[in-house]
């Protein structure tokens, strides 16, 4: 038997993870790799992956990662499965999707779903945040791009979740990893989805025996607006006002806000506050930078499925604030082992005091939070999971 997965990026080199040769671009990619290697590779014969962008490479005997410039170089007429991964989000999977039609593929299709983006509504706030960001050097083409950006907001939402059903018509099951999601799917589309939330590897991501530095606060996020990382420079000024001890975020990630973010901080004086150190590797350099730190922040502002990065997190006995925002609300619950709150600076920075300055308490979330993903989010049990979706499937 043969399968494979369909995607626009696994492997870097594109636009801004264009200097990530032969790295996993972010949590996405990190899915596929073990996908492919833990659950894919011991029941086929033959595991392909096939990326619109990227570097090509051969990870195994069975595992090929191949570069296609187009749908139509797609030859998968003798393959069993096809996984399509973030199948309702970018236009080259759906222009695959197309491609299997027209050439009446006969296996089956998967679509790997990673959280829905919806947007939050639209308000004066949102308004103030997104010109903030286009309007940050003051050009014709940026007022342009900030106008285009209000206008298609809307429109956005309700499209998203109309691509979404129609999508979901036209394959044989879609594997979600938040339960999120689903609500938006209409009844008679419903049977088809399956929801297996996201796993970590507990051996890699654990508690280590050394001191983190104090008040060293990690956001482990792409540098996008949708992550909600600018907020950091709201957060800055909240603590320095409300926080007497030195302080510093450390934003482990790369992305279209990178030259923004630079500006900002050398406009504003924040170097001593904020640090932006680019992309990690994520098996070498994020269980090390976890451990390193005190807290560990998951601003998403846009829905997400249920982060890597947050159990990762909380897998390394850290204590974890995050938004209550789309998958996020599938991970753990507030005061019990992570804090949460809505996307704003003023309610972020309490939960980021409360465990700076309550320390018992930070312990207690961060090792309830480790003993939580242990039983819910084990990478066992995950490639359990999804060994018996696919044989659900393929019968």
């Not at 619109?52 to 170089?73: C, R, T, W, Y």
């Not at 990690?280 to 998403?300: A, G, W």
């Amino acid at each position: 038997m043969k399968t494979a997965i369909i995607t626009d990026l696994f492997l870097g080199e594109f636009k801004q993870f264009k200097n990530l040769k032969n790295l996993l671009s972010g949590g996405a990619e990190v899915y596929q790799f073990e996908l492919a290697n833990r659950v894919l590779k011991p029941l086929f014969s033959q595991v392909d992956i096939f990326q619109f962008h990227g570097q090509p490479a051969i990870l195994d005997k069975k595992i090929a990662v191949k570069n296609i410039s187009s749908a139509q170089e797609i030859n998968v007429r003798d393959y069993d499965l096809i996984i399509l991964n973030n199948g309702f989000h970018c236009k080259n999977i759906f222009r695959a999707l197309r491609h299997l039609k027209k050439e009446k593929y006969a296996g089956k299709i998967v679509i790997l779903h990673h959280g829905i983006i919806i947007r939050p509504a639209f308000s004066f706030t949102f308004a103030k945040r997104i010109g903030r960001l286009f309007l940050s050097e003051k050009s014709l083409k940026n007022y342009f791009r900030f106008l285009l950006e209000l206008l298609k907001w809307g429109p956005s939402r309700f499209l998203t979740i109309q691509r979404l059903n129609k999508i979901t018509k036209k394959v044989d099951a879609v594997l979600s990893v938040d339960f999120d999601s689903i609500r938006y799917v209409n009844q008679k589309q419903k049977p088809k989805w399956q929801a297996i939330v996201n796993f970590v590897d507990t051996d890699v991501f654990c508690p280590k025996r050394r001191a983190a530095i104090p008040s060293q606060i990690l956001v482990p996020r792409n540098l996008r607006y949708e992550r909600g990382v600018d907020i950091v420079l709201e957060l800055t000024k909240c603590l320095k006002t409300y926080y007497a001890k030195p302080f510093c975020f450390v934003l482990a990630g790369t992305g279209p806000l990178k030259n923004y973010l630079e500006k900002r901080i050398q406009k504003d004086n924040l170097s001593s506050y904020i640090k932006l150190i680019g992309h990690q590797d994520h098996f070498k350099d994020l269980p090390r930078l976890m451990n390193e730190s005190e807290i560990v922040l998951i601003p998403t502002y846009s829905d997400e499925g249920t982060s890597l990065s947050a159990l990762e997190a909380m897998a390394c006995a850290k204590p974890v604030v995050m938004t209550n925002v789309g998958g996020l609300n599938d991970i753990g619950e507030h005061l019990v082992n992570k804090l949460s709150s809505q996307f704003n600076a003023r309610s972020i920075a309490k939960n980021i005091l409360l465990f700076l300055n309550n320390k018992s308490l930070a312990k207690l979330l961060a090792e309830q939070a480790r003993t939580y993903v242990m039983k819910n989010n084990s990478i066992n049990l995950w490639t359990k999971q999804w060994k018996d979706f696919l044989k659900q499937t393929l019968i």
